[in-house]
């Protein structure tokens, strides 16, 4: 079992920036594919952006590119989401999500998923 507990999400005005982290605890951090995804009211959970356990590989939703950017930190068991230039229409619950080995950008590949945390974004 993994169990991941997002935090930092909040509110802020258009243009501001957050940073989401992701704490994992339960198997070995480094072997997991890690995602965050968002889900915004009355709308579908989305894929935003995803890390490979492994080759560190990365894969971003074209609406966020240059915008967001994901990292990790093994030794911390820690995923962690810079948000800058945030927009209203990044206005969701943010969640992170895990599955071993390679990132996927379906949300239905992956086994284990937070809580979620609230961002607000307004203009």
């Known amino acids: 079992q993994v169990q991941l507990v997002e935090s930092g999400g909040g509110s802020v005005q258009a243009g501001g920036s957050l940073r989401l982290s992701c704490a994992a605890s339960?198997?070995?951090?480094?072997?997991?594919?890690m995602g965050w995804f968002r889900q915004a009211p009355g709308k579908e959970r989305e894929f935003v952006v995803a890390?490979?356990?492994?080759?560190?590989?990365?894969g971003y939703a074209d609406f966020v590119k240059g915008r967001f950017t994901i990292s990790r930190d093994n030794a911390k068991n820690t995923l962690y989401l810079q948000m800058n230039s945030l927009k209203p229409e990044d206005t969701a619950v943010y969640y992170c999500?895990?599955?071993?080995?390679?990132?996927?950008?379906?949300?239905?590949?992956?086994?284990?998923w937070g809580q979620g945390t609230q961002v607000t974004v307004s203009s």
């Open positions: 999500a895990a599955r071993r080995g390679n990132y996927y950008r379906g949300q239905y590949e992956y086994d284990y």
């Open positions: 339960g198997r070995t951090f480094s072997n997991y594919a």
């Open positions: 890390i490979s356990g492994t080759t560190g590989a990365i």
